[in-house]
T-cell receptor, first 112, second 112 residues
Framework: KQEVTQIPAALSVPEGENLVLNCSFT??????LQWFRQDPGKGLTSLLL?????REQTSGRLNASLDKSSGRSTLYIAASQPGDSATYLC???????????FGQGTTLQVKP | DGGITQSPKYLFRKEGQNVTLSCEQN?????MYWYRQDPGQGLRLIYY???????QKGDIAEGYSVSREKKESFPLTVTSAQKNPTAFYLC???????????FGEGSRLTVL
């Protein structure tokens, strides 16, 4: 059974810092991995999608990497800003079940 | 603008009543999903549909029902059989070719 874990559950950093959010999964049979952002009381916004054949994707200050063999993905945020404060979730598309399995998220606070 | 529209944003229900949450998308996506989000539990899949007139149970389908009569619409009914319906409900859709998931803004249901 695929399990997705995000550590730490919460993170607080000063503005301007570069930071890394982690996502690990137990089954390497995946078809994609997606990172989302969620603001309080809102829906999820798609940030980056990595297909299983890809190693990384970049969008602006965000870079996501995927290492299937080790069951890990990282989301790198460069030069963090207070507006980056939100909960970040990763979701893994399982090749075995065809379903997307979500981690519980990392809540990020960027202090001015 | 292309996107997913959920309504209502907030809904209050008395015990024993059925309520229906609306989800409409104009992204021309084939697949649509309903998730439930509870604090500390992450997102859990209720129902999903990959094509009109067909849908499958997710991990927590008991007490819920859906229909998919049109490609654009995937309403969710929370029945009186759902024992703990107070939650944040999220509708999503995806294109079959990429698998990228897009979410609506959510509907918060409170049972009084």
């Amino acid at each position: 059974k695929q399990e997705v874990t995000q550590i730490p559950a919460a993170l607080s950093v000063p503005e301007g810092e570069n930071l890394v959010l982690n996502c690990s999964f137990t089954d390497s049979a995946i078809y994609n991995l997606q990172w989302f952002r969620q603001d309080p009381g809102k829906g999820l916004t798609s940030l980056l999608l990595i297909q299983s054949s890809q190693r990384e994707q970049t969008s602006g200050r965000l870079n996501a990497s995927l290492d299937k063999s080790s069951g890990r993905s990282t989301l790198y945020i460069a030069a963090s800003q207070p507006g980056d404060s939100a909960t970040y979730l990763c979701a893994v598309g399982s090749s075995n079940t065809g379903k997307l399995i979500f981690g519980q998220g990392t809540t990020l606070q960027v202090k001015p | 603008d292309g996107g997913i529209t959920q309504s209502p944003k907030y809904l209050f229900r008395k015990e024993g009543q059925n309520v229906t949450l609306s989800c409409e998308q104009n992204l021309n996506h084939d697949a649509m999903y309903w998730y439930r989000q509870d604090p500390g539990q992450g997102l859990r899949l209720i129902y999903y549909s990959q094509i009109v007139n067909d849908f499958q149970k997710g991990d927590i389908a008991e007490g819920y029902s859906v229909s998919r009569e049109k490609k654009e619409s995937f309403p969710l009914t929370v029945t009186s059989a759902q024992k703990n319906p107070t939650a944040f409900y999220l509708c999503a859709s995806s294109a079959i070719n990429t698998g990228e998931l897009f979410f609506g803004e959510g509907s918060r249901l409170t049972v009084l």
